[in-house]
């Protein structure tokens, strides 16, 4: 027996989440079992703990797209009893039964060796949301991104996947411009790096086609109106990764930063990378990631906790990252 989130469809179609006890034999196919030490509640967990977002693809689903473990269990050559690994994406939490629970069953093939130098709590702290910035920053790096290209915005600052951009990007010298609601959090997105504070009323409604050019590079996590004027305030040739889209799924933008600047739009999808990618970014994210700025960004808590954090998080109470101990 293992406790559970497990969320199941109501007769109205809405769901519930509830702490569960569930056997092994609940869990779905797969050739590799997983006895979890930690999860994290992520921006797209809390969507489908609450209902408030389409993430969830079956029901009844375990949430959680972010897991690290040890495996209990291998059909697979390529994990051994003992070996401690995690996963990050690949429908886990949506399609699959994730991470929000203390035993999960999975593909092999999902599976990603725990960095040196990084442990399982630690991995988590990383989770989906540091991933993705680093996935972000390698976009923009590879497009010809330097610290000498000039300032780099980075929008949602003061969520996970922001925290964790500002903390890479001032950790390779970047001048970062952090775009935040939560203007209280200046002194926190300071202590991680950020030379400048930028209110979100600055960028959240709607602005003009082409606006004044500010920043070389964007990493965005927020879309809808924010990403439109960041792509609008753009510098000639310059990048922006858009990574999420926490206000909205629409794009309410023109051509004109696009051909008139030549400024390049980058998509990062971390779900379904592919296992080189993710071994470079867990890679770099294990040597370049200042870990005291890490625990500072990073608050506990039980599974037991997590529903009740869901709601929390929807609404931006949460600074940085939630890491859930799905053993208390």
Not at 57 to 70: C, E, H, K, S
Not at 195 to 215: F, N, Q, S, T, V
Not at 303 to 310: C, G, Q, V, Y
Request: with cysteine.
């Amino acid at each position: 027996m293992f406790n559970a989130i497990l969320v199941s469809q109501q007769e109205d179609n809405s769901s519930e989440a509830v702490l569960s006890r569930r056997e092994t034999d609940d869990l779905p196919p797969g050739d590799v079992l997983v006895r979890v030490a930690w999860s994290t509640l992520n921006y797209k967990d809390a969507l489908a703990i609450t209902g408030k977002g389409a993430v969830i693809r079956q029901y009844p689903m375990v949430p959680g797209i972010d897991l690290a473990g040890t495996v209990e269990q291998s059909d697979s050559p390529d994990w051994q009893p003992g070996d401690r690994v995690l996963i990050n994406g690949w429908g886990i939490g949506e399609a699959h039964w994730g991470g929000l629970a203390q035993m999960a069953r999975v593909r092999s093939e999902w599976l990603t060796a725990l960095p040196d130098g990084l442990d399982l709590r630690q991995t988590m702290a990383i989770g989906t949301a540091g991933y993705t910035a680093m996935l972000s920053l390698i976009a923009l790096e590879r497009h010809g991104l330097t610290p000498d290209s000039g300032d780099v915005l980075v929008t949602g600052a003061s969520g996970g996947v922001g925290s964790f951009a500002v903390m890479l990007l001032a950790r390779r010298g970047y001048r970062v411009i952090a775009a935040t609601g939560r203007v209280e959090e200046r002194e926190y997105l300071e202590r991680l790096g950020a030379a400048e504070i930028l209110p979100r009323a600055e960028l959240d409604k709607p602005g003009r086609p082409l606006d004044k050019a500010r920043w070389a590079g964007v990493i965005d996590s927020v879309g809808s109106h924010t990403l439109a004027n960041a792509c609008a305030q753009t510098q000639v040739d310059g990048l922006v990764a858009a990574c999420g889209l926490a206000q909205g799924m629409d794009f309410p933008a023109t051509v004109a930063p696009f051909i008139l600047r030549g400024v390049s739009l980058l998509g990062i999808n971390s779900v379904y990378r592919p296992h080189a990618e993710r071994a470079v970014a867990w890679s770099r994210l294990a040597t370049e990631l200042d870990l005291d700025r890490l625990e500072q960004a990073t608050s506990e808590i039980g599974l037991t906790e997590a529903i009740a954090a869901a709601g929390d998080l929807l609404s931006g109470h949460v600074r940085g990252r939630l890491v859930v101990d799905v053993n208390r």
